[in-house]
């Protein structure tokens, strides 16, 4: 059993078809990364993944679970999280209060203190500006945050929409290089990302949605070596 499971999911803006019953699934410990251009579906597609978007047709197992019609907050609660396109971080609050409401469903309060050292040592930039209000940080700062954020809540399934958006090329390396530590720290991880060269080099399996349809599926070195993909996404 996938941890994630999509099948058939038909997403409408009006009259507008956005996702056109598309399927797609996500083992436990993989790194899937969905791939296309503007438009073509991939934030629409986690956006009702994780019932931010209502969906008209198909279904959405997690862990188990049928949450095709579970509101967003439960579906955190059984441990998806999401870090939104433009990292969406508390812009009024220090970095420390935004991880602690990171934290905010966590059972077990006790493990607060160990789960902030540890983001501070994966982070070491946040650690740094802990008192600092985390609107005045610099664009990957945000981004680190913005993921520290969501790994405070000990998610089963981590969700990255664009983590390299606007980001230098130095900035984009080590984002990369850091969902590859959280992966191997045992999180999976579905991706959304424009950077395909990048995202396809770290990715178990990958998926590439033009006109909110699925059209090539294949591991990440399958796509990366493909002829459609590079001329598509890869300047090839």
Do not use: W
């Not at 999509?6 to 009259?15: D, F, P, R």
């Not at 507008?16 to 296309?36: H, P």
């Not at 679970?65 to 999280?81: E, N, Q």
């Not at 991880?189 to 424009?194: F, N």
């Amino acid at each position: 059993m996938a941890l994630l499971e999509v099948n058939h999911l038909e997403v409408y803006y009006g009259v507008i078809c956005a996702l056109k019953g598309i399927s797609f699934e996500v083992q436990e410990g993989e790194i899937v990364t969905l791939i296309g251009a503007n438009g073509a579906g991939k934030t629409t597609t986690m956006q009702s993944v994780v019932g931010l978007i209502p969906n008209r047709g198909g279904s959405i197992s997690f862990n188990g679970h049928d949450i095709t019609k579970t509101p967003c907050h439960k579906i955190v609660k059984l441990g998806m999280t999401q870090v939104p396109e433009g990292r969406r971080i508390f812009q009024e609050l220090s970095v420390y209060e935004n991880l602690l409401m990171g934290s905010f469903i966590n059972k077990d309060k006790s493990s607060f203190k160990n789960d902030l050292e540890a983001i501070y040592t994966r982070f070491p930039r946040l650690a740094e500006r802990r008192n600092q209000i985390a609107g005045t940080l610099s664009g990957g700062e945000q981004q680190m945050l913005a993921m520290g954020r969501a790994i405070m809540s000990h998610p089963k399934l981590l969700m990255l929409d664009e983590p390299s958006m606007g980001l230098s090329p130095l900035l984009v390396d080590q984002v990369f290089e850091i969902i590859k530590d959280i992966n191997r720290d045992g999180t999976t991880i579905l991706l959304v990302e424009q950077n395909a060269g990048k995202s396809l080099a770290i990715s178990d399996r990958a998926y590439v949605l033009e006109n909110g349809s699925i059209v090539l599926s294949g591991t990440g070195k399958e796509l990366a070596a493909s002829e459609m993909v590079q001329k598509a996404y890869l300047g090839g």
